[in-house]
């Protein structure tokens, strides 16, 4: 059993920063994709980050491309997304979430395991 433990989440102004961190627990997810979606009220969620099981490759919503960066430090399985120059859109849950596939998928229905969320609040 994995569990996926997101926090970092909070409020903040328009052009601030977040850290969000993932811890995973129950086993290592050293050879998963870790990823970031993020689900607005009213809205599907989204693809926003993903990071492949090295660290060499990321991938990026063109939504957040140049502003966030993800992150992973496989000693403490853990996964962070570096959140910059945050907008009011930016506004969702956050959810940390791991995959088998070697190539991630943006579709949040192909992903093996998730966390439960951490609210981000941006105000303008």
């Known amino acids: 059993q994995v569990q996926l433990v997101e926090s970092g989440g909070g409020w903040v102004q328009a052009g601030g920063s977040l850290r969000l961190s993932c811890v995973a627990s129950g086993r290592t997810l050293r050879s998963y994709t870790l990823g970031w979606f993020r689900q607005a009220p009213g809205k599907e969620r989204e693809f926003a980050a993903a990071?492949?099981?090295?660290?060499?490759?990321?991938y990026y919503a063109d939504s957040v491309k140049g502003r966030f960066t993800i992150s992973r430090d496989n000693a403490k399985n853990t996964v962070y997304l570096q959140m910059n120059s945050l907008k009011p859109e930016d506004t969702a849950v956050y959810y940390c979430a791991a995959d088998r596939a070697l190539v991630p998928n943006t579709e949040s229905r192909s992903w093996d395991y998730w966390g439960q969320g951490t609210q981000v609040t941006v105000s303008s």
């Open positions: 990071i492949n099981w090295s660290g060499d490759n990321t």
